[in-house]
């Protein structure tokens, strides 16, 4: 079976703070693609990254940075000195042979 | 920009009329999704087909909804009849899929549903 687990429903932070949202995903497939996407108050769904199962390498876009552990089965999602912009609600996914599923997301709000 | 286009962006129903939702791709993507959106579920996937054949459902009331892809270009959610329970925003999403997994998924706009 497939599954992802985002833990957090919600987290509050402040402007500047470091905030890292937590994703652990479950798949018997061999290759797979790991995900996140960010959904702001306005309700559209944006891509963020994509990660392959066979490529561990954590990767960091501006005050993003993703770390994939595949010993713990887990997709981390880090921002760095957080912004108020950056609160929406953000969802970790899986894609493998048949299924392409979504955690429950975690919202994120950045206090000014 | 080439975008996935979902119609309608609003409905409003009462209980038991049908509701059809419709969604056209991003012309090249082979395989296309359904999703509900509720505050409490997440993100749920319904349907899902790739080169137009449905390959999962399992996540659809099979009893009222039904899912069908009758060309390239449209992609159909149909809920008959509907129910108050249904009442949520409705995405559909169109990628590609490699031997590995599907890609990036591009959503539409999504159709919010409101059954009285």
């Known amino acids: 079976a497939q599954k992802v687990t985002q833990a957090q429903t919600e987290i509050s932070v402040v402007e500047k703070e470091d905030v890292t949202l937590d994703c652990v995903y479950e798949?018997?497939?061999?290759?797979?693609?790991l995900f996140w996407y960010k959904q702001p108050p306005s309700g559209e769904l944006v891509f963020l990254i994509r990660?392959?199962?066979?490529?561990?390498q954590n990767e960091i876009s501006g005050r993003y940075s993703w770390n994939f552990q595949k010993s713990t089965s887990s997709f981390n999602f880090t921002i760095t000195a957080s912004q108020v912009v950056d609160s929406a609600v953000y969802f970790c996914?899986?894609?493998?042979?048949?299924?392409?599923?979504f955690g429950t997301g975690t919202r994120l709000k950045v206090l000014a | 920009d080439a975008r996935v286009t979902q119609t309608p962006r609003h409905k409003v129903t009462e209980m038991g009329q049908e509701v059809t939702m419709r969604c056209q791709p991003i012309?090249?993507?082979?395989?296309v999704f359904w999703y509900r959106q509720t505050m409490m579920q997440g993100l749920e996937l319904l349907a899902y087909f790739r080169n137009r054949a449905p390959l999962d459902d399992s996540g659809m009331p099979k009893d009222r909804f039904s899912a069908e892809m009758p060309d390239a270009t449209l992609a159909t959610l149909k809920i008959q009849p509907s129910e108050p329970r249904d009442s949520a925003v409705y995405f559909c999403?169109?990628?590609?899929?490699?031997?590995?997994?599907?890609?990036?998924?591009?959503f539409g706009e999504g159709s919010r549903l409101t059954v009285l």
């Open positions: 999403a169109s990628g590609f899929h490699s031997g590995e997994g599907t890609g990036e998924l591009f």
């Open positions: 012309l090249g993507h082979n395989t």
């Open positions: 798949t018997r497939d061999t290759t797979y693609y």
């Open positions: 996914a899986l894609s493998g042979t048949y299924k392409y599923i």
């Open positions: 990660r392959n199962s066979f490529d561990e």
